[in-house]
């Protein structure tokens, strides 16, 4: 090898080098920044949680992304809770009544309550916080979770809120009780509203201490919440896309809680005695939807058959390693509303025979999916395409990154089978069927029309009673059960683990890993 | 005078033509940073009026124009996916970023040059095809894999280093080895193959004529000549280090602008990878024409106009 010295190469990367070093020193040097009102916490007491991605917004009313909902859990409260188990409970109102025909709801707050600015929580306040979302011109993205249906909010004195709807809603409380709820200080209203930045205040037991983007965010107690403090310091939440990452800081102890933990590594990890290991059912629902759009999937019988070709149990028990549960319902089990109502079981021979009625399926199916968006993604489209294959039906599977995913299937007739998940952020059966099966949702991939589904949609989210609107749910589920725009498949359990010496952690089945409780047990005590 | 004006001309193409690059690649990918944004939840309407905040209801051209108006004035924009300035979030990584290259490029020295010495002491010894070997596994090794193997050995056997994250010299030294090992690697082989090249030039002839012990010669004569290859090949990482060290950063949850960049592309965030190249690509070229001036100030022959 012939080396040719040159000495204008040898000047220029000097100078390279040179730059570099300053830089790394201006580097060392620079520290993060933070927020001067909060009280600088103790190591010790402090938990850390290492999650999947960093949030986009601590603006409730803005924030549309998992981790920002998880955060905004801890940094605010809304008006009613949800129970880890689903049950509607006060939150920051304490009571509240509901007029007879079902649209005007009368809400009485706590007296105690404090914002983390000292601004106390009035009527007044809620009733900014209800203005902000409605107005037309803060363009919030969340703005449609009750623009739809809320009619007005007015203060009717110091600790007393009207909200009157423009229709009875049989799930308002559950709606109220969503993390896109919660209730803003009036100071950060304000403040965004004459374009300064948002300033992320509620009244919930933590506080932001900082914000290092991309590395952590840090939660503090706070000392007023009017149940009283915390008992932890605080809480860190830190971003690691890598599932073996977020396994091996729980086993080390760089971390505390790592949610959610990949199902290979639960295995692993249920070895080690300082390491506690959990799943629970969530309401996610992994399905594929049937391009109705392309014959033969407008045919009924044809979607019904690929429903019973496929072994939805051997799915959740052997490529999701037990950790979820085969769907027996369009909505999972611990979702409000639910009717084990799927009457389409693994039967291939019964497959092969509507397939054969129909004249069988002579061309390719295109199966997409995305990639490493849901557990074991991949495994389970190529699985659906082995068991249709069995059953004499050729299939070209296609994965995606998930932007271009989205994009596409809204965009492209190319598709005819789409695997696709969803959580309904509320707990019930109308957040889980209307984005789905309504003629006119956007999420409605299948380009399912069914004008009963609609209506009973409809009448089901103006019924108050509620045995009337499980009834109806039921009949829903039925119908959507038989006419099959989509292919059925399971809903994966939440994963999660902490360190054994971490106890009070709380997860509800909406995907909030719920920490307000949680504390560090004494060692040895 | 003209020959300055004339690299500052071509500088600033360079770095519009990137920035239009950048900006347009992302546009044209399937995707839609307000549709990501609202995500499943989002009706129709809270999608248009995402757009419409983001200004993507406008032509493409139009946005390209405003992009560029603000960047004259030296304005970033705000990033689609945080609302934050641009600028504020690669400053909030850069940090990171700056420190781990430059931890690696210590590692990389530290392997490389004692690798490539004891290579050279003795070309057909044991230490040579060693050198060989090991480089050569190192070099067919991806970056994560090795990364992870790390983790287990360092992190989770010893214990001796946190696992992850960037909040601490401690926690940068395991993405420092595995990006390092690479570069160390790559560079062993450079310095092996010229130091091997410069051990049959004359002037170490002369020098071993004139009666020097064999360590003189390596160190004083045929060294300080044969690292020159390998400082051009550090001064070329610069742009995959300051950029390209996504992999690493994954994996050990460091928080630098590769993983941002990505996030960013992830998001389809115009503004956030316009940016970012924008930054790498200044990084590059000033780092370049800084050497050229100074070129002309240390090298007489490449003084003369052109």
Redesign the interface.
Known sequence: MIVVVNTKARAKTLALVLLLASGLFAAWRSTAPTLERARKPQHGDMISVVIVAEPLRLDPHDATDAPSALINFHLYERLVELTPDGEVVPGLAESWTISDDGTTYVFKLRENVRFHDGLPLTAAAVVANFERLLSPETALARADLISPFVQSAAALDTYTVEIRLRQPVGSFLRLLAHEALGIVSPLSIRASQENRSFRPVGTGPFVLYEWVPGDRVTLVAFQDHWRGAPRVAGLVFKPMPDGSSRAIALETGAADVAYPLDPIHMIRLRAFPEIEVRHAPSQRVIYAAFNLGRPPLDDVEIRRALNHAVDRDAIARHLLFGLARPLDSPVAPSTWGHSPVLELPYDPERAVALLSKKGGIHRPLHLWSPSARYVQDRAVAEAIAGYWRAVGIDVNIRLFEWGTYLSLLSTSDQWDVAVLGWVPATGEADMALRPIYHSLARGNHSGYRSAAIDRLLDQAIATGDARERLELYRQIQSQIAFDAPVLFLHSPDLTYGYRSDIAGIRVHSTEIIDLRAAYRRNRGG | MLSLLRNLTEVTTVLAGVVLASFLLVYW????PA?????????????E??R??MGLDQPVWVQITNYAYRLLGGDLGESL????PVS??IA?????T??L??LA?LVSLAIAIPAGLASAANPQGLASRLVDWASLTVLAVPVYWLG?IL??LF??TL?WL??????SFAHLLLPALALGMHTGAASARVLQ??L???MKQAYVRTAQGKGLTPSRVLWLHALP??L??V??Y??ME?GRLLGGTVLTE????V?GIG??LV?SI???DYPAVAGVVLFIALAVT???A???V??RL??P??RRER
Do not use: H, W
């Not at chain 2, 990918?29 to 839609?32: E, R, S």
């Not at chain 2, 994954?250 to 949850?253: D, R, Y």
């Open positions: 990918l399937p995707g839609a549709e990501l944004y609202g995500g499943q939840e989002a009706s129709q309407r809270d999608i009026r995402l419409q905040r996916r945080s609302g934050k504020q979030e909030a990584r850069l940090p990171t700056l420190r290259a430059g490029v992870l983790i287990l992190a989770v214990r946190p696992p992850s994250g960037s909040e193959a010229s091997d090249d410069a000549n044969a020159i290859p400082v051009t550090f001064g610069v994954t994996v050990f949850a928080n993983r941002f996030t992830a998001f389809r000033i780092t370049n800084a050497a050229d100074l070129c240390l090298d022959r490449t």
